[in-house]
């Protein structure tokens, strides 16, 4: 006999079911009644044969068996879950007293036990942490099928308001040739800007030239950027074309430009203006034919007022500027970018591995002064040192594991002000939505709380208004 009852009215989203197996009509309607205020779809059976029945015709997320149904057994019941529907987590009620018995079963692959008897705390403690598990499990999938169709551009991700402001100027800038200057911390994506632009227009066919200004030793600057002759120097035996030369019809990407010395500023703006250079050495001219884009972490403007960075040059440079906001300003990208890194560190051949849900609380809450290459780093160590399908809080950077900054929303807004505990709830959910420009699925992973919780949460507080 089965029964399909409706989700409690809380439910915000679509449920979850669970198919609860039990001969002992007051013990299965406890339990009924139990999932139910989880927000849980229940189905009921009185034994193993129609528990198989209705997991051959209905989709069920959760099962709880005791473990002396008739016929078959909840033991026998667990093997044949796991054999056909391993991805499907089985709890197991025991009686008091057949502990070996729930500890056999939990070797065999189930997900929990419960005593009989039992307290309903601990049994909708249990369904509750089940029914996260199942809403982070399908919101990964969902964020893996946003990865494959996102918006944007060549390698940058995220779907926030200011990433999308982001992909409009690229978009407009790519189509024309006018030089581009990119402006933003380190780790925020500079280059994979400067190579969406250029990908995306109509050079996308010519060489695309990176160069780190920071990391070339000033005296050598000058020859790998216009070239030299034959015995222009010591170790010049032959001709060799510069960056700007070689890069013809394509794009040149100047990364960290404030970093350049200042006399070699004043040949680079010459060369822009007269679109030629002059090759260490030589008495000739070439002309050259490329769009140069640059791009720097440091404020640019306080450089040109200490005499660090020319101000001519920031003018022809910044024909068009664009700004790339810090991770802890786009905190909403963080779920889709742990789950890009996460699909693009497995292995080969291995079942995806995702991450907990205190785990992503502890991503969410931290500030990432190292920004995306920083949260790419942290991951990729979970990775390496995790051995299981679910990173967890002990696989992350101890800075993450300890920092303060993961306890940041638990501290209320004025350390001498006293406020009850329903205020402070509602102020650390509207605090959470706003730091996720309103993105709920992720404010929820920021608070360390189910969707369902939230939508709850939300709905009661628009009642008292």
Same mark, same amino acid.
């Given at each position: 006999?089965t029964?399909?009852m409706?989700?409690?009215?809380e439910t915000?989203s679509?449920a979850?079911s669970?198919l609860?197996?039990?001969d002992?009509?007051p013990?299965?309607d406890?339990?009924?009644?139990?999932?139910r205020?989880?927000g849980l779809?229940?189905?009921?059976a009185?034994t193993?044969?129609?528990?198989l029945e209705?997991?051959?015709q209905?989709?069920?997320?959760?099962?709880?068996?005791?473990?002396?149904?008739p016929a078959?057994?909840g033991i026998?019941?667990?093997?044949?879950?796991r054999a056909?529907?391993?991805?499907v987590?089985?709890v197991?009620l025991t009686?008091y007293?057949?502990?070996?018995?729930?500890?056999?079963?939990t070797?065999?692959?189930?997900?929990?036990y419960?005593t009989?008897?039992?307290?309903v705390d601990?049994l909708r403690?249990k369904?509750?942490?089940?029914v996260r598990?199942?809403e982070?499990?399908q919101?990964?999938?969902?964020?893996?099928e946003?990865?494959?169709?996102?918006?944007?551009f060549?390698?940058?991700i995220?779907?926030?308001?200011?990433?999308?402001?982001?992909?409009k100027m690229?978009?407009?800038?790519?189509q024309?040739?006018y030089?581009?200057?990119?402006?933003?911390e380190?780790?925020?994506g500079?280059?994979l800007?400067?190579?969406?632009?250029?990908f995306?227009?109509?050079?996308?066919?010519?060489p695309?030239?990176?160069?780190?200004?920071?990391?070339?030793?000033p005296t050598?600057?000058e020859?790998?950027l216009?070239?030299?002759v034959?015995?222009?120097?010591?170790?010049a035996?032959?001709n060799?074309?510069?960056?700007?030369?070689?890069?013809?019809?394509?794009?040149?990407f100047?990364?960290?430009?404030a970093d350049?010395p200042? /006399? *070699?500023?004043?040949? =680079?703006?010459?060369a822009l203006q007269?679109?030629?250079?002059?090759p260490v050495? @030589?008495? +000739?001219r070439?002309?050259?034919h490329v769009r140069v884009?640059?791009?720097?972490?440091?404020?640019?403007e306080?450089a040109?007022?200490?005499g660090?960075f020319?101000?001519?040059l920031y003018?022809?440079?910044n024909v068009v500027?664009i700004k790339?906001?810090p991770?802890r300003?786009?905190?909403s990208?963080?779920p889709?970018?742990v789950n890009?890194?996460?699909e693009?560190?497995?292995?080969p051949?291995r079942p995806?591995?995702s991450?907990?849900e205190d785990a992503?609380?502890?991503?969410?809450a931290y500030?990432?002064?190292?920004?995306?290459?920083?949260?790419?780093?942290a991951?990729a160590?979970?990775?390496?040192l995790?051995s299981?399908?679910?990173?967890?809080v002990g /696989? *992350?950077p101890s800075? =993450?594991?300890?920092?303060?900054?993961?306890?940041?929303l638990?501290?209320p807004? @004025?350390? +001498?002000?006293?406020l009850?505990l329903?205020e402070?709830?509602?102020r650390?959910i509207?605090?959470a939505?706003?730091?996720?420009?309103?993105?709920k699925?992720?404010a929820?992973?920021?608070?360390g709380i189910?969707?369902?919780t939230?939508?709850?949460?939300l709905k009661?507080?628009?009642a008292?208004?």
């Amino acid at each position: 006999m089965t029964d399909e009852m409706e989700p409690s009215r809380e439910t915000a989203s679509p449920a979850s079911s669970i198919l609860i197996v039990d001969d002992e009509a007051p013990a299965r309607d406890l339990c009924a009644d139990v999932a139910r205020e989880a927000g849980l779809l229940v189905r009921t059976a009185t034994t193993t044969e129609q528990a198989l029945e209705i997991l051959e015709q209905f989709p069920v997320d959760i099962v709880l068996t005791d473990l002396k149904v008739p016929a078959l057994g909840g033991i026998e019941l667990l093997k044949r879950v796991r054999a056909t529907n391993a991805q499907v987590p089985v709890v197991v009620l025991t009686q008091y007293g057949t502990i070996e018995t729930a500890v056999e079963a939990t070797r065999l692959g189930a997900a929990d036990y419960v005593t009989k008897p039992f307290h309903v705390d601990e049994l909708r403690s249990k369904l509750d942490r089940l029914v996260r598990a199942i809403e982070l499990d399908q919101e990964n999938r969902v964020l893996r099928e946003q990865l494959r169709s996102r918006p944007g551009f060549g390698g940058l991700i995220g779907v926030s308001p200011k990433m999308q402001r982001v992909y409009k100027m690229i978009e407009k800038v790519s189509q024309h040739n006018y030089p581009v200057l990119i402006l933003g911390e380190s780790g925020t994506g500079k280059e994979l800007v400067a190579r969406s632009i250029h990908f995306s227009g109509a050079r996308r066919k010519k060489p695309f030239v990176p160069v780190d200004c920071s990391a070339l030793v000033p005296t050598l600057i000058e020859s790998e950027l216009f070239g030299y002759v034959k015995g222009a120097f010591t170790g010049a035996l032959q001709n060799r074309q510069g960056l700007l030369e070689s890069a013809a019809d394509g794009t040149l990407f100047l990364d960290e430009i404030a970093d350049m010395p200042v /006399d *070699l500023q004043a040949k =680079l703006l010459r060369a822009l203006q007269e679109r030629e250079v002059k090759p260490v050495g @030589s008495v +000739d001219r070439v002309a050259i034919h490329v769009r140069v884009m640059a791009a720097t972490n440091r404020d640019i403007e306080s450089a040109i007022r200490s005499g660090a960075f020319r101000q001519d040059l920031y003018f022809r440079l910044n024909v068009v500027s664009i700004k790339l906001p810090p991770l802890r300003e786009r905190k909403s990208d963080i779920p889709l970018l742990v789950n890009f890194f996460l699909e693009k560190f497995s292995e080969p051949g291995r079942p995806f591995r995702s991450i907990s849900e205190d785990a992503m609380r502890r991503l969410m809450a931290y500030d990432w002064p190292g920004n995306v290459r920083e949260l790419e780093n942290a991951i990729a160590r979970a990775m390496a040192l995790g051995s299981g399908p679910i990173l967890h809080v002990g /696989d *992350l950077p101890s800075n =993450l594991q300890y920092g303060s900054s993961a306890g940041a929303l638990e501290r209320p807004a @004025s350390a +001498d002000e006293l406020l009850p505990l329903e205020e402070l709830e509602r102020r650390a959910i509207f605090r959470a939505l706003r730091e996720t420009s309103g993105d709920k699925l992720a404010a929820a992973r920021l608070l360390g709380i189910g969707k369902t919780t939230l939508y709850r949460k939300l709905k009661q507080y628009e009642a008292q208004h």
